[in-house]
């Protein structure tokens, strides 16, 4: 596709249960973000690989998320034992490079509603 | 660390007027980029510029202008002749050029422009 694609778009879950959001970047970008945003906030970072490296994960707010890219295309965050404060957009980027210039193409992101 | 301040939570404005939007940053790096992004009622975020540290010329592209300052550590954004369409979101962000994060994008907390016809 053009874009960077995910899916789920909007997903609802019980409070307790596993959840795994998939992103298909822009092919040939080497480098894949996640990202979160609450309602009424500007992304915030999670997460970033370059190729199938997970470069930074310091961004992630607890060991119950977590996230991989075992070929270097699409990645998969996963969210253990949901809580109702996980509750938010959480939107997928990838660039051609990892360098500060290179323009990051968002996705449009997955509505994660925790019951 | 850096930080990215978006004093406007929300604007109102009547068709055709001019609007600017204000953002601020802060960064101890000398080398950095600002973007903005937009993100329209349909909840996508889409590109509209980036400028590096190093260029303060003004910008242009149709209605859209941006205004460059490093001595104030401002980058806003001004829309000429406002269409209903302009009505969304918009992201201020930065990226630092140098050190150990410079892939990670800071976000503000966005100003939520709605154009009244």
């Known amino acids: 596709g053009a874009g960077v694609s995910q899916s789920p778009r909007y997903k609802v879950t019980k409070r307790g249960q596993d959840v795994a959001l998939r992103c298909d970047p822009i092919?040939?970008?080497?480098?894949l973000y996640w990202y979160r945003q609450a309602l009424g906030q500007g992304p915030e970072f999670l997460t970033y690989?370059?190729?199938?490296?997970?470069?930074?994960k310091s961004g992630l707010p607890n060991d119950r998320f977590s996230a991989e890219r075992p070929e270097g295309s699409i990645s998969t965050l996963t969210i253990q034992r949901t809580e109702q404060r996980d509750s938010a957009m959480y939107r997928c980027?990838?660039?051609?490079?990892?360098?500060?210039?290179?323009?990051?193409?968002f996705g449009p992101g997955t509505r994660l509603t925790v019951l | 660390a850096q930080k990215v301040t978006q004093a406007q939570t929300e604007i109102s404005v009547v068709e055709k007027e001019d609007v600017t939007l204000d953002c601020v940053y802060e960064?101890?790096?000398?080398?950095?980029?600002l973007f903005w992004y937009k993100q329209p009622p349909s909840g996508e975020l889409v590109f509209l510029i980036r400028?590096?540290?190093?260029?303060?010329q003004n910008e242009i592209s149709g209605r859209y202008s941006w205004n460059f300052q490093k001595s104030t550590s401002s980058f806003n954004f001004t829309i000429t002749a406002s269409q209903v369409v302009d009505s969304a979101v918009y992201f201020c962000?930065?990226?630092?050029?140098?050190?150990?994060?410079?892939?990670?994008?800071?976000f503000g907390k966005g100003t939520l422009l709605t154009v009244n016809p």
């Open positions: 400028r590096n540290s190093f260029d303060e």
């Open positions: 092919s040939g970008h080497v480098s």
């Open positions: 980027a990838s660039s051609l490079e990892w360098q500060a210039y290179n323009e990051q193409f």
């Open positions: 962000a930065l990226s630092e050029g140098s050190g150990g994060s410079n892939y990670k994008l800071t």
């Open positions: 960064t101890r790096d000398t080398t950095y980029y």
């Open positions: 690989f370059n190729y199938e490296a997970q470069q930074d």
